[in-house]
């Protein structure tokens, strides 16, 4: 899996966190999303790499503006992972 964080201006409260996350649902096949207005980002996890420019796209066509992106590898931490 991965997760790919958006840095993204032009979010100011809780629905603006609510349009983007249904926006990345909407346009890419996600297993989960979380924005923040406070943080100014959005980070996805999938389990293939995302479409940058078109969620780039898409982003504008709401009124925001994707500033940058940046992916890593993903991996799920269980209950008991700790000591290992």
Do not use: Q, W
Not at 46 to 65: H, M, N, Q, V
């Amino acid at each position: 899996m991965i997760k790919t964080t958006l840095k993204i201006d032009g979010m100011a409260c809780s629905m603006c966190e609510a349009h983007m996350n249904d926006l990345i649902r909407k346009v890419a096949k996600v297993k989960k999303v979380t924005s923040s207005a406070k943080a100014g980002e959005t980070v996805v996890i999938s389990e293939e790499e995302l479409d940058i420019p078109l969620l780039g796209k898409e982003i504008e066509g709401i009124g925001y503006r994707l500033l940058s992106d940046s992916s890593e590898p993903y991996e799920k931490k269980g209950l008991f992972h700790f000591g290992k």
